[in-house]
């Protein structure tokens, strides 16, 4: 199986900042697009980053550009989406997702998929 597991949420201040880890196990991701997505009470998942494993190529929701940075530590396995000049609409549960080959900004291309961490950003 491939498993993903987020952590570093938690709760911080309008305009801080905070960095979220995914940890993949289970298999090798050269192939893979990672993907972070968050999602809201009420409602639906929506995309926020992505990024090709193997060309370093990224894709950014525009509600996030030039705030939020996904990157990658290859020795480690992990994805991070560091969180810069947090809004209170930025409060949601946040999720890793996997898919093998290329880059994609729909839920429902993605596969594999982490428990979520909570993001709370207060006013």
């Known amino acids: 199986q491939v498993q993903l597991v987020e952590s570093g949420g938690g709760l911080v201040q309008a305009g801080g900042s905070l960095r979220l880890s995914c940890a993949a196990s289970?298999?090798?991701?050269?192939?893979?697009?990672m993907g972070w997505f968050r999602q809201a009470p009420g409602k639906e998942r929506e995309f926020v980053a992505a990024?090709?494993?193997?060309?370093?190529?990224?894709q950014y929701a525009d509600s996030v550009k030039g705030r939020f940075t996904i990157s990658r530590d290859n020795a480690k396995n992990t994805v991070y989406l560091q969180m810069n000049s947090l809004k209170p609409e930025d409060t949601a549960v946040y999720y890793c997702?996997?898919?093998?080959?290329?880059?994609?900004?729909?839920?429902?291309?993605?596969?594999?998929w982490g428990q979520g961490t909570q993001v709370t950003v207060s006013s």
């Open positions: 997702a996997a898919r093998l080959f290329g880059i994609a900004v729909l839920s429902t291309q993605y596969r594999y």
């Open positions: 289970g298999r090798t991701f050269s192939s893979y697009t």
């Open positions: 990024l090709s494993w193997s060309t370093s190529t990224t």
